[in-house]
């Protein structure tokens, strides 16, 4: 009873940690740029005495938990806006920013000038150039070509820092349309193709999405169920059952 009562635990917990994975994508389907998260799961073997188990042991005592959320980097469709300094990126690869946080990453290529002059996103940081330096732009019209280099009104300004990551690579989201990488991981991106006047739409599938949602709403439930039906056969025993063998 022990084994079914925490595998029902840790799978509520499980389900109830994915619930706010799919309630997040589906909130950020209108946001450019945003990567969906998927769940990723991983095995937690339950033991109380640290003794070794045996093949059956291990089975029962094998659970299921939420080992994070897993980033999808398929491609968003791009939707043209006819604003100069909307920025959509076709291919792999995330523009780099630098926020109070250190170097972040972004596929949210919805840009405009500061009053410093410097290209930054909607949110206020600076987009970051292949020197490593805060874009500056002067002037109009501004021109970005598809391997990222801008000028403006004819004279080159710089050179858009598109990065991509090697497969595996730990990418964590770190807010809004951000995302973190592992220091000195990121590369030149090889293939990717600046789209001016467009920006990237979320690749969250609103259908999969929603479908998903129910499914792990009902699995959920089952798991509330299952806890419900443990404790009160646990309240039983303790009530019925133990007083009778004190008594022998």
Not at 57 to 80: F, I, K, M, P, T
Not at 92 to 107: E, I, K, P
Not at 141 to 153: A, C, L, R
Not at 186 to 204: D, F, H
Request: negative net charge.
């Amino acid at each position: 009873m022990d084994s079914g009562f925490y595998a029902a635990c840790t799978a509520l917990m499980a389900r109830s940690q994915t619930l706010d994975l799919v309630a997040n994508n589906l909130a950020n389907i209108s946001t450019p740029g945003y990567r969906a998260q998927h769940d990723s799961f991983s095995s937690l073997l339950a033991s109380s005495s640290g003794a070794p188990l045996s093949g059956l042991n291990q089975a029962v005592n094998d659970y299921s938990v939420l080992g994070g959320g897993q980033l999808d980097l398929s491609q968003g469709s791009l939707e043209r806006t006819g604003n100069d300094l909307d920025l959509g990126i076709e291919g792999h690869g995330f523009f780099a920013l630098q926020t109070a946080s250190g170097q972040l990453f972004t596929r949210d290529g919805n840009f405009h000038v500061s009053p410093k002059g410097q290209l930054v996103t909607s949110a206020g940081d600076p987009v970051l150039g292949t020197d490593n330096r805060p874009i500056t732009i002067v002037g109009a019209p501004v021109s970005v070509s598809p391997d990222g280099t801008i000028s403006v009104n004819g004279a080159l300004a710089g050179q858009l820092k598109v990065v991509d990551f090697p497969p595996g690579t730990d990418l964590k989201s770190a807010g809004k349309t951000y995302y973190s990488a592992p220091d000195k991981t990121g590369v030149p991106s090889a293939n990717a193709s600046i789209q001016q006047g467009t920006l990237e739409s979320s690749n969250v599938n609103a259908v999969a999405s929603s479908i998903e949602l129910i499914t792990v709403q009902r699995y959920a439930e089952l798991m509330q169920r299952a806890l419900t039906m443990f404790h009160t056969e646990m309240n039983q025993i303790a009530t019925q059952d133990l007083p009778k063998v004190t008594n022998l």
